[in-house]
């Protein structure tokens, strides 16, 4: 299977097929922008016009995609048959109706969520959560190899999502954590520079502190790996899904404070390690910025 498809070139898409194309594998993808669809051919990959065709180009096909209803059209509109590799963060039930339709059409998909950043994504820095059919995910394996550092089965499908969940609660509260280290430091008098260096190689550590400290020290947000409106969506979804377990969650619920202040304070767009700046601003430091 040295052929792979990829629906949803964004940020993460896109380095997914990036990394598959060093990796030795004909890429072919699809996005709605065709800005991408040009980035996805200058990058080695073969853009293609519409996501069927992408399905008729590949027996295995990744999703990336931005939202429930992306996935719902993607679903309805393929039917080659197919393996569907599902990495987008959504919900559980929005999942299933789509493994729904496309077992319909004897297309098999896995929920196989993904763990780490735009940025981490470039380097092949990511971990993939996969659940469903293990006999798919064992086909799968080759492909995850090409854009993952690492992969884990987890057993039925959703678990895979179950995951994902729980490592973007830990993502939500370390990179407030590293934001308010940081403008503590700072208001302290110390180098951002040297807190990351130092407090970076200490206990206090995290994997968050290491991928948006460089960010947080520069002060600038505008190359980001994951915007905070979109973001927004994430945490809703975490929260949701704790609060129906009836799981407790004081740490999460006041991260999700600092970054509701990051989009009322005009960073939408920017990475979600803007949350510096919003408990610099609340702390009352100002700093010039290169």
């Not at 940020?11 to 990036?18: H, L």
């Not at 919900?91 to 496309?102: C, G, H, M, V, Y």
């Not at 039925?156 to 934001?179: C, D, R, T």
């Not at 994997?207 to 905070?228: H, I, L, S, W």
């Amino acid at each position: 299977m040295k052929t792979v498809g990829i629906i949803g070139l964004g940020i993460m898409g896109s380095a997914m097929a990036g990394n598959l194309v060093k990796a030795g594998f004909t890429v072919h993808g699809y996005d709605v922008l065709p800005a991408r669809r040009r980035a996805l051919k200058k990058a080695g990959g073969e853009p293609c016009g519409s996501a069927p065709q992408v399905a008729a180009s590949a027996p295995l096909v990744i999703t990336s995609l931005p939202s429930a209803g992306a996935l719902h059209q993607v679903a309805a509109e393929l039917e080659t048959r197919c393996i569907v590799i599902e990495t987008s963060t959504l919900q559980i039930s929005d999942k299933l109706l789509a493994r729904e339709t496309l077992a319909k059409k004897q297309i098999d998909m896995l929920d196989c969520p993904l763990s780490g950043t735009g940025a981490q994504a470039k380097t092949r820095d990511l971990s993939v959560y996969a659940s469903g059919d293990r006999s798919v995910f064992q086909k799968a394996i080759p492909v995850f190899k090409g854009f993952s550092r690492s992969h884990y089965y987890l057993g039925e499908f959703g678990n895979g999502s179950k995951m994902k969940f729980v490592a973007n609660l830990l993502v939500a509260i370390h990179n407030v954590s590293a934001a308010e280290a940081f403008v503590l430091g700072m208001k302290a008098g110390l180098a951002p520079k040297i807190i990351y260096q130092v407090a970076g190689d200490g206990a206090g550590s995290s994997r968050m502190f290491q991928v948006r400290g460089p960010q947080m020290v520069a002060g600038r947000y505008d190359e980001a790996t994951m915007k905070n409106e979109v973001w927004q969506k994430d945490m809703k979804i975490i929260g949701e899904f704790a609060a129906k377990l009836g799981v407790a969650t004081p740490l999460f619920n006041a991260s999700g404070v600092i970054y509701k202040a990051a989009m009322a304070q005009g960073f939408a767009q920017q990475d979600t390690a803007a949350v510096c700046a919003v408990l610099e601003n609340l702390s009352g430091l100002r700093r010039k910025h290169g």
